[in-house]
């Protein structure tokens, strides 16, 4: 049987730009866009023209993609004429391929908040339609607060979507806007809703406020609906949009989905999932969910002994879908209840051949065992553990030493008068035979230090030149009598890799000290820095 199409249109842009701290440049838009059409998303909603200056820019810019690039915007004003409402004329002139009007569809907005009546907002759906496809658009109509204006009056909410339908509009999609419909809820509505329009001609727009916006799009989709909105990982106002990150894999990996509908993405494309979802975090500066589904680095993480040695006979046993046909991989992780067969698969995954008889492998258990009791977490820090390996089991060259460091941080009046804190660091490191002092000032000892440590390598500073950090985080343990603190450092190189590494000690600065440390011989070790 040949298969449906199914569409998917993503609304990151648009919707997913009313997140709280979020805040979209042009060039920002630009880029996730472009990520969206190599993923093979149908539809890419840009914005809203007319609405700020970066949307009004984006819309007046050529493009060159294969999704269809959508401006979002309202319909005419009421008591208005098309012809004279500078809102729908920017919307109109914008450089789209596509429009998506938002409307009312609940009576009571159409009273308290529009200030108009039924009618009315009927033929402004009417004219607004009409205009758009005399000006060769693609037409979707966005039908706002639909499932709960049905729940009060479906007849008119019918009515309006049916409105956008006639007048020749491409889709009409039933907006869940307060987020509070429930699965069943939803799939009763879409159901009687394609009744009256075609289901090929129906879309969904689910948020996330009962945290079943991805639930409530299937729900869609199994009463009908063939386009699905939402927003890479779920990025909206309050608790989000649908996830497509979520969707995506669902669609095309379960048979429910699979073997009745096609989408747009490849599974060459889905492959690319779990870096495009990483990507849209580093643009947003935000450390990725590690738990996200499908492509959080713990979707497919192992901690149980037992379980470990399962995964490595057949993954099959303890994973839902192989992790790397969306671009994720399999993690075995070490810790406290580790058995052998966890750091055997562990050293096979990171390309270290050992022998489970090897009794390097078992001093090694025993030193992470050791070093977690006291506070070390490597199941977090995977380069330290490798490190760790790789210098129980082999050898990690002794590349640099660092001899002596100061840091050194003051308060004082500056010449206005203001009270500023001033940090400095100086770092004193043999390379062979040369002998380096690098100092730096920073916003804080830590910040000072890592500058100063990687300010001068000698022979080794090309190495680390993209080295960067992009996320410090410290807590502080009750490990026996006194506290220490736990600081864990991830960092990225020039290749966009992500590493995480630990240190541990009764004083932040050293135990920051450690794990800058590690992040510098990790990323030697990895380039293949000659010793
Ligand atoms: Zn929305």
Redesign the pocket.
């Known amino acids: 049987m040949p298969k449906e199409r199914l569409y998917l249109f993503d609304?990151t842009l648009r919707?997913g730009a009313?997140t709280n701290g979020v805040d979209f440049t042009l060039a920002d838009k630009l880029a996730i866009a472009g990520m969206l059409d190599e993923l093979g998303i149908d539809y890419v909603e840009g914005g809203y023209p007319g609405a700020n200056p970066a949307d009004t820019e984006l819309f007046a810019t050529d493009r060159k993609f294969d999704s269809t690039f959508t401006a979002f915007g309202m319909t005419r004003r009421p008591g208005r004429s098309t012809s004279n409402d500078p809102g729908l004329a920017a919307l109109l002139d914008a450089k789209a391929d596509a429009i998506c009007f938002v409307a009312k569809a609940w009576d009571y907005h159409v009273k308290v908040a529009l200030e108009t009546t039924n009618e009315e907002n009927l033929a402004s759906i009417r004219d607004s339609v009409k205009a758009a496809k005399a000006k060769g658009r693609e037409v979707l109509l966005?039908c706002e607060h639909f499932f709960d204006g049905y729940k009060a009056n479906p007849k008119y909410a019918l009515a309006c979507a049916k409105a956008a339908y006639d007048e020749g509009a491409r889709w009409v999609v039933l907006?869940d806007?307060n987020g509070g419909t429930l699965p069943d809820e939803v799939e009763k509505i879409v159901g009687d809703v394609v009744k009256v329009i075609p289901g090929d001609h129906v879309g969904i727009?689910a948020?996330n406020d009962t945290e079943q916006a991805v639930a409530n799009s299937f729900a869609a989709v199994r009463a009908g609906a063939r386009q699905i909105?939402g927003t890479l990982n779920g990025l909206?106002?309050r608790c989000g949009?649908a996830n497509l990150v979520s969707i995506i894999p669902t669609l095309k990996l379960k048979p429910e989905f699979a073997r009745q509908f096609d989408i747009g993405v490849t599974d060459a494309a889905l492959k690319k999932l779990a870096h495009v979802s990483h990507a849209l975090d580093e643009r947003l500066n935000r450390a990725p969910n590690r738990h996200a589904p499908y492509v959080g680095e713990s979707a497919f993480a192992t901690k149980a002994g037992i379980h470990a040695s399962a995964i490595m006979k057949d993954p099959a046993t303890y994973e839902h879908v192989a992790p790397e046909t969306i671009g994720n991989r399999r993690k075995v992780l070490v810790s406290e209840q580790a058995g052998k067969s966890n750091v055997l698969a562990e050293l096979e995954r990171i390309g270290i051949k050992a022998d489970k008889d090897d009794p390097r492998v078992s001093r090694l258990l025993e030193i992470v065992k050791e070093r977690e009791a006291i506070g070390y977490a490597y199941e977090a820090a995977d380069a330290s553990f490798e490190l760790l390996a790789r210098r129980t089991l082999g050898k990690v060259p002794a590349y640099f030493d660092v001899t002596q460091f100061d840091v050194n941080v003051e308060q004082r009046n500056n010449a206005k008068g203001d009270r500023v804190t001033v940090t400095m660091a100086v770092v004193k490191v043999k390379v062979g035979d040369d002998n380096m002092i690098s100092a730096a000032e920073g916003n804080g000892p830590v910040n000072a230090l890592d500058l100063a440590l990687r300010k001068d390598l000698g022979k080794y500073q090309k190495y680390i030149a993209g080295l960067k950090l992009t996320d410090y985080r410290v807590r502080i343990l009750n490990a026996g009598t006194e506290a220490v603190t736990r600081v864990l450092i991830e960092s990225e190189d020039e290749a966009g890799e992500r590493w995480t590494t630990v240190g541990v000690s009764p004083n932040i600065i050293d135990a920051s000290f450690q794990a800058l440390m590690d992040s510098i011989i990790f990323k030697l070790v990895k380039s293949g820095a000659p010793a």
Do not use: L, W
Request: aromatic share 0%; hydrophobic share 0%; net charge negative.
């Open positions: 609304t919707d009313q966005d907006c806007t727009h948020h909105q909206g106002e949009n």
